[in-house]
Nanobody, 123 residues
Framework: QVHLVESGGGLVQPGGSLRLSCTTS????????MGWYRQAPGQDRELVAR???????AYADTVKSRFTVSRDNAKNMMYLQMSRLTPEDTAIYYC?????????????????WGQGTQVTVSS
């Protein structure tokens, strides 16, 4: 299986920046796409940004031009650079990875989530 760990969250003032990291671990797996989601209190989890293995990206309208998703293929890590943060960006941010892992001679799909990292934007 593939395990994910997010890091980089914290408290930041409005207008500030943060960079979240997502570290993947496991063996014999390949990644199709990776994404960041967030969930604010009392709200559903929503897509923030996704990036395919081909480098195509998609962003929620609320974060376009402020957030950038990137990936380090060699390290199997993903990042979310967040700038011009507002209180509305306060949420728990989750990393999500979809791909295949090998078990013996067979490949199986996986859809893994991290435990989340809190981002709080407040003065």
């Amino acid at each position: 299986q593939v395990h994910l760990v997010e890091s980089g969250g914290g408290l930041v003032q409005p207008g500030g920046s943060l960079r979240l990291s997502c570290t993947t671990s496991g063996s014999s797996f390949s990644i199709n796409d990776m994404g960041w989601y967030r969930q604010a209190p009392g709200q559903d989890r929503e897509l923030v940004a996704r990036r395919t293995s081909a480098g195509n990206t998609a962003y929620a309208d609320t974060v376009k031009s402020r957030f950038t998703v990137s990936r380090d293929n060699a390290k199997n890590m993903m990042y979310l650079q967040m700038s011009r943060l507002t209180p509305e960006d306060t949420a728990i941010y989750y990393c999500n990875v979809r791909g295949q892992y090998r078990s013996g001679l067979l490949y199986y799909p996986f859809n893994s989530w991290g435990q989340g990292t809190q981002v709080t934007v407040s003065s």
